[in-house]
């Protein structure tokens, strides 16, 4: 009876001792969203871009219309704070007199409650994910009226958040401003973006 009741004992403890090693790691596996290793990840959004006459800093919603596309980025997170990716984006902008409109940017994207000098760290769930984006690429399209082709520089800003419902899927909501250079440098867009980001 004495042996039977040791020898449960042993396996309890070692049940124990197997759980206390095993369930940190589970816990932090569940929680890593996105912020182990170097990893890839895709992202598609919707989006609704506001034509821009005016600039960055001078807002006039009232007199922007709205228009639908899409946007689709691949990328890698390097670590905590910083990921670069490559971002296209397709627009509908026929009030513009323009057509078969799109962007792609090559970007750096940035994740300040993980830069450490902020300070910022744990004032967040790692769930929510708040970032900002810039970056550099080309514009191009053709002109309603049958203007040529055309490909310019563009630029892209913006600001967002990724809320995680697994440690792999995140939504992503977003605002960007994007501009063109040359031809393009009267036709700024304001796009807010609603999409899924995968990790891979």
């Given at each position: 009876m004495m042996r039977t009741r040791v020898h449960a004992l042993s396996h309890a403890l070692c049940g124990l001792l197997f759980l206390a090693v095993w369930l940190p790691g589970a816990a932090q596996a569940e929680t890593e969203f996105g912020l182990g290793d170097p990893a890839?990840?895709?992202?598609?959004?919707g989006l609704i871009a506001f034509d821009d006459r005016s600039d960055l800093w001078a807002w006039n919603w009232g007199d922007a219309s709205g228009n639908g596309g899409v946007t689709a980025r691949a990328g890698v997170r390097l670590g905590e704070p910083v990921a670069i990716e490559l971002q296209g984006d397709w627009i509908n902008l026929d009030n513009w007199d323009r057509r078969d409109n799109w962007v792609i940017t090559f970007n750096f994207?940035?994740?300040?409650t993980f830069?450490?000098?902020?300070g910022?760290?744990?004032v967040l769930p790692d769930r929510i994910q708040p970032y900002a984006v810039a970056?550099?690429?080309?514009?191009?399209?053709?002109?309603?009226?049958?203007?040529?082709?055309q490909v310019k520089g563009a630029f892209r800003v913006g600001t967002g958040t990724d809320f995680y419902v697994?440690?792999?899927?995140?939504i992503?909501?977003?605002y960007e401003w994007i501009t063109g250079t040359s031809h393009w440098s009267d036709r700024d867009t304001r796009n807010l973006?609603?999409?899924l980001q995968y990790n891979f």
């Open positions: 890839a990840y895709l992202a598609v959004s994207r940035i994740y300040p830069y450490e000098p902020l910022l760290r744990g970056g550099a690429g080309t514009i191009g399209g053709t002109g309603a009226d049958g203007a040529d082709y697994t440690e792999q899927l995140a992503s909501l977003g973006t609603l999409g």
